[in-house]
């Protein structure tokens, strides 16, 4: 077992988003995306089965990673759960990989993009010079994003992962600290 300092989650601000750190309660509200077939075909994980399995995962205690639950901060959805974002250390200091997902019905409303660069200019200011991110080849909306970013694909892995959906191809992007803002 690998042993993972506790590392803090500092509650972000975007003009319509707070990311705070992932709290219990939260499953709930990711739930009826994330058991959908549909909307886990690019996760490593099968649609989950109840909102406690999902719980196990988001807060699993090993993981290493770091977890942001994007809310409404304002509006007719205040408070509402729009999406996780998450920050991994990588293979060295000074590397993170990043990961999200939106919440199926708020699809199409600019979340990702706006909670996804407030992400990234807090790991520039933590330090970090590079962020990664691992992408199913299929999945365009994310490889889009990525690539709106100024993310540069730096491989393709063939039949590299094996999900629940079978054998999967995967983009490799990074994004270098210098080569920031990129949009």
């Not at 988003?17 to 909307?39: M, N, V």
């Amino acid at each position: 077992m690998r042993f993972s300092p506790v590392i803090e989650v500092p509650t972000l601000a975007t003009d319509r988003f707070t990311l705070r750190p992932l709290q219990r309660g939260d499953e709930a509200a990711l739930f009826p995306t994330l058991s959908d077939p549909g909307h886990c075909r690019y996760l490593s994980h099968p649609p989950f089965a109840s909102p406690e399995e999902l719980w196990g995962w988001l807060a699993e205690p090993d993981w290493p990673g770091r977890s942001w639950i994007a809310v409404d901060a304002s509006g007719p959805h205040e408070g509402s759960v729009a999406g996780r974002f998450v920050a991994i250390p990588g293979h060295e200091k000074g590397v993170e990989e990043l990961g999200y997902i939106v919440c199926s019905h708020r699809h199409r409303q600019g979340i990702a993009r706006e909670c996804t660069r407030a992400l990234i200019e807090h790991l520039w200011q933590e330090g970090a010079r590079k962020l990664t991110a691992e992408v199913d080849t299929r999945n365009a909306p994310s490889v889009h994003l990525l690539e709106s970013f100024g993310f540069t694909r730096e491989a393709t892995f063939r039949e590299h992962e094996t999900s629940h959906i079978g054998l999967c191809d995967v983009h490799w992007y990074g994004l270098l600290r210098r080569e920031w803002p990129a949009s």
